[in-house]
């Protein structure tokens, strides 16, 4: 019989030499943590449907600011519910809103630590739509330039506070334009902006809703929000993006959706960050308790699988334990 000129194998003999020829590697500097804070004092709520991930009040946040400085986190991601809600989303852009507060008390903690705002109103409105909304006879209207005018407003306070990061979600059309004018006619054009540039309509977003307390009251994101079946679509959103002055691009859920990632990564020349979103990590976290995988390999695996497919940054709430496996 005939014997194989290319033995593939050669070179995945031994650990050694499986490490000299790695195409990819993941680093804890490519991680961004999320957190959740929230009104109150000495809160500190676990969020049912996303074990080990918190609500957490302002005087309670340096212990979780500590664990990620100390796990080697660089970044961390602010969502934020307001002690009251309105039809326009004031929390958002006030002076004491609960993302203010908390940029504010992070640089305090650790100045080092990056702070991403995301700037959206989805919070801080009543109805949970991400922009302004007119209700007519026949529906319920998102008014984009109008909101426009509040996701700006947003993204200036927001640096203002010091957040380091201005990460916009809203996918109004148009925002990366406003928010860059706005930011820049107030001073902040050293600011960069991470564009949430390919965000779809997704069922992977229900564990958020709950932490985030901004579940629509009423209807859907449909009209705003990428329709899941669109390829193409999502090469259009990020051109308007990059033309519009975006510094960074980002495409949210993550694992249904490394073929788009794959796409921006070919297409541009920005640095390309993923979404490693809610349901996908209360997902491996069920099966975890329930002892049907094992968390840890199936965690690097997959940060590692969406690094293997452009991601330049992950945002992930598994930050704090992924980081902790890859420096143990």
Not at 21 to 31: F, K, T
Not at 55 to 80: H, K, N, P, T, Y
Request: glycine residues 8%; contains cysteine.
């Amino acid at each position: 019989m005939g014997f194989p000129i290319n033995r593939h194998r050669r070179l995945r003999r031994t650990a050694a030499l499986r490490s000299l020829v790695r195409e990819n590697y993941l680093h804890v500097n490519d991680l961004i943590a999320p957190i959740f804070v929230i009104y109150g004092e000495g809160v500190k709520n676990e969020i049912p449907s996303m074990p080990g991930v918190y609500q957490w009040s302002i005087d309670r946040l340096e212990e979780e600011v500590r664990e990620l400085v100390d796990a080697g986190i660089q970044a961390v991601l602010l969502f934020g519910i307001p002690e009251h809600k309105d039809s326009a989303g004031t929390g958002a852009y006030g002076e004491d809103g609960i993302v203010q507060q908390a940029t504010r008390r992070i640089k305090e903690i650790a100045p080092e630590l990056l702070v991403v705002a995301d700037t959206c109103l989805c919070e801080f409105t009543d109805h949970g739509h991400c922009g302004v909304v007119h209700h007519t006879k026949a529906a319920a209207v998102i008014d984009n330039d109008e909101s426009l005018e509040l996701l700006v407003r947003t993204a200036v306070s927001q640096a203002e506070a010091g957040a380091d990061i201005i990460a916009p979600s809203n996918m109004m059309d148009g925002f990366v334009a406003a928010i860059r004018a706005g930011l820049d006619a107030a001073g902040f054009e050293d600011i960069p902006i991470m564009s949430y540039a390919v965000k779809y309509s997704s069922a992977y977003y229900g564990p958020f809703r709950e932490a985030a307390q901004s579940a629509p009251q009423f209807g859907d994101r449909k009209t705003y929000q990428m329709d899941p079946a669109n390829s193409r679509e999502a090469l259009r959103e990020a051109e308007s993006d990059v033309e519009e002055g975006a510094d960074m691009l980002m495409v949210k859920p993550g694992l249904a959706y490394l073929d788009i990632l794959r796409l921006l990564k070919d297409r541009f020349d920005l640095p390309v960050a993923v979404y490693n979103v809610s349901a996908e990590y209360s997902m491996v976290k069920a099966a975890a308790m329930q002892g049907w995988i094992d968390e840890r390999a199936i965690v690097l695996e997959t940060l590692t699988g969406m690094k293997r497919a452009g991601a330049d940054v992950i945002i992930t709430y598994h930050a704090k334990d992924a980081a902790r496996w890859l420096r143990g």
